[in-house]
Nanobody, 119 residues
Framework: VQLQACGGGLVQAGDSLRLSCTAS??????????MGWFRQAPGKEREFVAV????????YYADSAKGRFTISRDNAKNTVSLQMNSLNPEDTAVYYC???????????WGQGTQVTVSS
């Protein structure tokens, strides 16, 4: 199983970034997985950012992401994306995508992509 995240980089406060995560090797079909984004800042624990259900109907966001970030998925391309707007230095972290099988709750993690926001 591979979850390949990309799109991170160094931006200034107020800028936007779009992260993408492409899955391969998952058992079954991509649309049986709930897909999420988490992040881990230096010296801090990994924290939840956003999740989108397998059917794209439901999305949930951390309070820090509400109104600024948008999670979406393309089941035809096995991809989940995170559009991040109005970035601030507190968003600096390694961002990870994960996949959770809706049937057996197996969790897979990607390798992460670095997002750095300068003030």
């Amino acid at each position: 199983v591979q979850l390949q995240a990309c799109g991170g980089g160094l931006v200034q406060a107020g800028d936007s970034l779009r992260l993408s995560c492409t899955a391969s090797g998952l058992g079954g079909t991509f649309n049986q997985y709930n897909m999420g984004w988490f992040r881990q800042a230096p010296g801090k624990e990994r924290e939840f950012v956003a999740v989108i259900r397998w059917n794209s109907v439901s999305t949930y966001y951390a309070d820090s992401a509400k109104g600024r970030f948008t999670i979406s998925r393309d089941n035809a391309k096995n991809t989940v994306s995170l559009q991040m707007n109005s970035l601030n230095p507190e968003d600096t972290a390694v961002y990870y995508c994960n996949a959770v099988d809706k049937y057996i709750r197996t969790i897979y993690w990607g390798q992460g992509t670095q997002v750095t926001v300068s003030s």
